[in-house]
């Protein structure tokens, strides 16, 4: 049985639907916090249990019969999240799993400026000396975490933020659909190869994109990052995410999410989709990601 945890997230829920093309819903199994909101794929034949990554007994029930395991990243980031991960490491063991997989990211280091990335290799090392074979799924950054940042630009027609350095921006679709593809033809022993679109694009490519598609000058103005962080904390947003925010930038000025591959698109039978055809697709909502309203 394949075990996806995670499963009522935007990324869970895509490869359990991509899954479920691929073989009987008897065969998957997901383990999952609130068991209500996973109704509608307890409704398809899915086995639904509930479990979390702190509680170990009830993580080892969720895991029962387990052929792989997918662990889909905490949120939680710190010495807390690397435990959730180690006790999803060790339960899957205990459970029998022959494969783990972990959806890591194509920016991990040990020393990286964005939080996040330090957490995916503190992971990848437990896999590593975990004794189970695994699979670490090395994504691309995930388009739709982009699109907020545009949407006072949309309304002011400046997009004020930090020096940026290249950033392949990957769909969760795409992601999901490779990664039912690797669980089914047990592809990749460690580290895959980046998965991610075809191309890597900055911020003023993605101004020039938003102007062309809604007709409306959208000027880059880039600005310091002490700037940046008391315009930020000006609006009200919490230190915390203006913190990680901030890293993003400084993550990519340092080309930690530059190195775009063909992997993804090998493994989905097609190109990747691209950021313009993301973004065209949330203009033509009409309340979208942007928070502008269209009539």
């Known amino acids: 049985m394949i075990i996806v945890t995670g499963a009522n997230g935007k990324l869970g829920r895509a490869v359990v639907e991509q ?10 199994g997901v383990s999952v916090r609130d068991v209500v909101k996973a109704q ?16 170990s007994e009830g993580l080892l029930h969720a895991f029962e019969g387990a052929s792989q395991v997918l662990i889909v990243s905490s949120g939680t980031l710190g010495e807390a999240g690397i435990r959730h991960h180690q006790t999803a490491i060790d339960t899957a063991k205990k459970a029998g799993a022959g494969r783990i997989l972990y959806t890591s990211h194509m920016g991990v280091s040990p020393v990286s400026y964005f ?20 699979t670490s799924l090395r994504n691309g950054f995930y388009a739709a975490s982009a699109l907020p940042l545009f949407s006072e630009a949309i309304q002011t027609g ?12 990957t769909t969760h679709a795409d992601l999901a659909k490779a990664t039912a593809a690797i669980l089914m033809e ?8 980046n998965l991610t679109a075809s191309e890597a ?27 940046y962080r008391d315009y930020l904390m000006s609006k009200g ?16 000025r340092n080309g930690d999410f530059t190195q775009a591959s063909g992997t993804l698109g090998d493994l989905i039978g097609h190109a990747p989709t691209s950021f313009r055809e993301v973004l065209k697709e949330s203009l033509a909502l009409p309340s979208d990601l942007f928070g502008v309203t269209r009539g």
């Open 19 to 28: 899954l479920l093309e691929r073989v009987p819903a008897g065969e998957i």
């Open 40 to 55: 509608g794929l307890q409704n398809q034949g899915v086995r639904v249990r509930q479990g979390n990554f702190e509680d």
């Open 115 to 134: 939080p996040p990335m330090i957490h995916h290799a503190a992971t990848e090392e437990l896999l590593a000396n975990s004794g189970v074979a695994f």
């Open 158 to 169: 400046e997009l004020i933020a930090p020096e940026d350095g290249p950033i392949a921006w």
């Open 186 to 193: 047990h592809k990749f022993d460690g580290p895959t190869p």
């Open 201 to 227: 694009i900055r911020m003023d490519d993605i101004a020039s994109m938003t102007s062309d598609l809604t007709g409306r000058p959208i000027r880059r103005v880039v600005v310091p990052d002490d700037e």
């Open 237 to 252: 947003m919490p230190e915390a995410a203006v913190n990680m925010l901030l890293g993003i930038f400084r993550a990519s």
